[in-house]
């Protein structure tokens, strides 16, 4: 699976919660959306735009905010689209989707976000269960053996 079948994947399956998802497909999209969140950070930043040094966040005012309302909704659009993505990635790995919400409770828990967000890491860098399993059939060979036994 390539860089654009990935994304064209993921667009096709905006609000698809069942099924499996690849590790390529996940990361492939993970490359996809830093890019276009780098890109969004320099055209921020060009339009005038700031940070506040003690939270990070961005400070919002004139022409920056103009730019920031079309990034804003794209963010929230994708929203949807990147937790269908985590759930069908879970259940890759053979894990209950309902993880995603585990780990965006434990993400608000200050030094446990950090934690979290690491363990989540490394458990996407896992390859997925070989065969089918109770989440569908491998994503990899498409393949549903237990419809040949």
Not at 78 to 103: E, K, S, Y
């Amino acid at each position: 699976m390539g860089f654009g079948e990935a994304v064209r994947l993921f667009f096709n399956r905006y609000t698809d919660f069942q099924g499996r998802s690849r590790r390529a497909e996940y990361w492939w999209v993970v490359l996809a959306q830093t890019i276009f969140y780098m890109i969004a950070v320099a055209i921020y930043m060009f339009a005038g735009g700031s940070f506040d040094p003690n939270t990070g966040l961005p400070t919002f005012g004139g022409s920056s905010l103009m730019v920031s309302i079309p990034f804003i909704l794209i963010w929230l659009g994708l929203l949807i689209p990147n937790i269908a993505l985590n759930v069908r990635r879970f259940h890759d790995l053979g894990q209950t989707g309902w993880l995603v919400l585990v780990f965006a409770i434990l993400g608000r828990i200050p030094i446990v976000t950090f934690v979290a967000g690491i363990v989540q890491l490394i458990w996407f860098i896992f390859p997925g269960t070989s065969g089918p399993n109770k989440y569908g059939p491998d994503p990899k060979t498409g393949i549903d053996v237990d419809a040949f036994s």
